[in-house]
C-alpha cells in the first residue's frame, strides 16, 4: 500500500451543495480518508480552482464555460474550498486542477512520481466527470485503479451506477468503502 494513494476529488463546498443527496456520503468518505492514514496510503486532495478573471476557460468549452457562469470554483472564494467534514490534516496534499481531470492543468503526475505512486484510488463528485475524466487519464498513464463506488457521487444515481457497474469494471477495481477498509487494514 506503501505505493497507493487516495484521490479525493472535488469535494468541495459548492459541489456538496449541489451534489449532496442526504445518503451519508460525506461520513463514507471520511471513513475512506481515516482508513487510508491507518495504513500509510497516502491522501491527496484535488480542487478545481479558477484564477478570478477565468484566463483558463475558453468560450470552446461548454462545461467550462457552464462552469464560470454558474459562479463556481473561484480560487479563494469560500464555495471553492474543501468540504469542512473531510478538511485535509498535516501532510495531506492539495492539488488544484484547471479542468475535468486531476491530471489536466495540475502538478498530480508531478507528486506522484516524486512518491513513486502506482496505484490510485479514486473518490469524488461527479461519478461523471472527474472520476471518469481521471480514470481515463490514469488508465493512459498505466496506474493501477480501484473505484470506491459508495464514495464516489453524481446527481444523476442512473449514470453513477452505469458507470460504476459496468464501465469502471473493466479498468479498475471497483469496490465499496468497507470492503476497501478490510482489504487495506493493518494485519
Same mark, same amino acid.
Given at each position: ?24 456520503? %460525506?461520513?463514507?468518505?471520511? @471513513?475512506? *480518508? $481515516?482508513?487510508?492514514?491507518?495504513? &500509510? !496510503?497516502?491522501?491527496?486532495? =484535488? +480542487? #478545481? ?60 503526475? %508531478?507528486?506522484?512520481?516524486? @512518491?513513486? *505512486? $502506482?496505484?490510485?484510488?479514486?473518490? &469524488? !463528485?461527479?461519478?461523471?466527470? =472527474? +472520476? #471518469? ?19 464516489c457521487l ?16 473493466q479498468w ?16
Open positions: 500500500m506503501a505505493n497507493s494513494a487516495l484521490l479525493v476529488m472535488d469535494v468541495q463546498r459548492d459541489v456538496v451543495a449541489i451534489a449532496d443527496d442526504g445518503s451519508g456520503y %460525506l461520513q463514507r468518505l471520511r @471513513r475512506a *480518508i $481515516d482508513g487510508a492514514r491507518a495504513a &500509510g !496510503i497516502t491522501v491527496i486532495y =484535488v +480542487v #478545481l480552482g479558477l484564477r478570478p478573471g477565468d484566463p483558463e476557460v475558453s468560450p470552446r468549452n461548454r462545461v467550462m464555460t457552464n462552469v464560470v457562469r454558474a459562479g463556481l470554483f473561484t480560487e479563494g472564494a469560500p464555495g471553492t474550498e474543501i468540504h469542512d467534514d473531510i478538511a485535509p490534516r498535516q501532510g495531506d496534499v492539495v492539488v488544484t486542477k484547471r479542468r475535468g481531470s486531476a491530471f489536466s492543468g495540475s502538478d498530480l503526475d %508531478l507528486v506522484l512520481r516524486a @512518491r513513486n *505512486i $502506482d496505484s490510485l484510488v479514486l473518490t &469524488g !463528485i461527479a461519478t461523471s466527470a =472527474v +472520476v #471518469l475524466s481521471t480514470l481515463w487519464h490514469a488508465i493512459d498513464l498505466d496506474f493501477d485503479l480501484t473505484v470506491l463506488a459508495d464514495a453524481d446527481t444523476d444515481p442512473e449514470v453513477h451506477r452505469m458507470l460504476t457497474e459496468k464501465l469502471f469494471p479498475a477495481d471497483v469496490l465499496a468503502v468497507d470492503d476497501w477498509i478490510k482489504a487495506i487494514a493493518p494485519q
